[in-house]
């Protein structure tokens, strides 16, 4: 299929048929994950493969899933990793005060989210379906010692790839003009709000599972009614990061 159609029908896939994947395909989705750009090669991620039927129960748990972590075909967590580079500043006896920052956190992350959604699209382009799971970070003590964490780690989201049981219709993205500005921001206006709104509404009133009455400013008042995970900051602590 042309990339960009492939691309955009794009959605999670949160039932999956039982099969696993072989181990050709998973080296083919770890390749891929590692062939995307990464900012100065510090490659500052790892990704954990689950496949203890034990902690992908636990994991579900966590991320309150619905069965779409234990069953999918493989279940990954996408660890952002400074570690490896604190074994090499530790064993040159160089300071690690420029790897706890916010700086190499945010490379960490972004490097870790490039990997995950390269090794997405090759999943998707071969027919697999995938479903990023951010519910692994309800309780990021818990993901570091099922995972056994050292510092300098942190547990960004877990990803379900599998065959799809079901897909979903794609959802409306926010028009193009919405996201793309020339030269300088520009502020969404009331009105377009409204008009994406009805379009999100129209959507969810009219899809063939979980139909229901939301718009995407309900959702958004939802998810942003009061800070989540706000145990995040201790746990960032934990792993040795300062800031
Ligand atoms: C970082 C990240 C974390 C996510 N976490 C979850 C999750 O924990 N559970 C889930 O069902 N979907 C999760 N999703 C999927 C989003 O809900 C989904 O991408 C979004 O609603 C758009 O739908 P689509 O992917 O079908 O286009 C996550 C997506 C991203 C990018």
């Not at 700086?103 to 479903?131: H, K, N, P, R």
């Not at 379900?160 to 919405?178: M, T, W």
Request: aromatic share 10%; net charge negative.
């Amino acid at each position: 299929m042309d990339l960009l159609k492939q691309l955009l029908s794009h959605t999670s896939v949160r039932k999956f048929s039982h099969d696993k994947l072989s181990p050709r395909i998973k080296d083919q989705l770890l390749c891929a994950a590692q062939s995307g750009s990464s900012s100065n090669f510090v490659q500052a991620y790892s990704i954990i493969e689950v496949t203890d039927p034990q902690k992908l129960a636990a994991i579900e748990t966590v991320a309150n899933g619905f069965g779409y972590i234990k069953d999918a075909g493989a279940f990954y967590v996408f660890v952002a990793d400074l570690n490896k580079h604190a074994q090499i500043l530790t064993q040159h006896q160089q300071s690690l005060e420029a790897l706890k920052n916010e700086e190499s956190f945010i490379v960490s992350v972004v490097d870790t989210t490039i990997a995950a959604q390269t090794m997405a699209v090759y999943a998707e382009s071969i027919g697999l379906g995938i479903c990023y799971i951010g519910g692994i970070r309800n309780d990021l003590f818990k993901m570091a010692e099922l995972l056994e964490l050292p510092e300098y780690t942190f547990p960004l989201f877990g990803m379900s790839v599998g065959y799809p049981g079901k897909k979903n219709e794609v959802k409306p993205r926010l028009p193009l003009e919405d996201v793309h500005q020339t030269n300088c921001y520009q502020s969404l206006s009331a009105e377009k709000i409204a008009a994406y709104d009805q379009l999100m509404e129209d959507y969810y009133a009219g899809r063939s599972a979980n139909a229901g009455d939301a718009d995407w400013s309900r959702k958004m008042l939802a998810h942003f009614h009061e800070p989540r995970r706000t145990h995040t900051t201790e746990f960032l602590k934990k792993q040795g990061f300062e800031f």
